[in-house]
């Protein structure tokens, strides 16, 4: 799947101007590819910490590891007919199944992908 861009950049991931430590390991942005599995091609907008989020399926976004975790962590259970003792046929929950898939990517990832877009587009 091909990335068009890094979306929901925000303020965070990165030293402070002046020097500084890293920020702390919960507030830590990383780069993630998200993907909805309930609904192919759906965005999605939620909110987080207060703020409200768009995520476009199959885009690259920067989120902290919980917001992903977060995500990766919905989903909706499975069901299947089966027959009971009197074989009358019942649904039975069987599974939960997820509704997102979001892993992390390096920047390295996302720009080599930007680069064959380029090639591509210039080739056209």
Do not use: C
């Amino acid at each position: 799947m091909a990335v068009t861009e890094v979306k929901g950049t925000g303020s965070g991931g990165g030293l402070p101007l002046g020097g500084g430590s890293a920020p702390p390991e919960k507030d830590r942005k990383g780069y993630y590819l998200f993907i909805n599995l309930e609904t192919q091609g759906a965005n999605l907008t939620y909110a987080w910490d207060g703020k409200i989020y768009t995520y476009e399926d199959g885009q690259v976004y920067q989120m902290t590891p919980a917001q992903a975790a977060h995500l990766n962590s919905l989903s909706v259970m499975q069901y299947d007919l089966q027959p009971d003792a009197s074989g009358q046929m019942r649904s039975v929950p069987v599974g939960r199944r997820p509704r997102f898939s979001v892993r992390e990517v390096t920047p390295g990832e996302v720009e080599r992908q930007r680069q064959e877009l380029a090639g591509q587009a210039a080739n056209l």
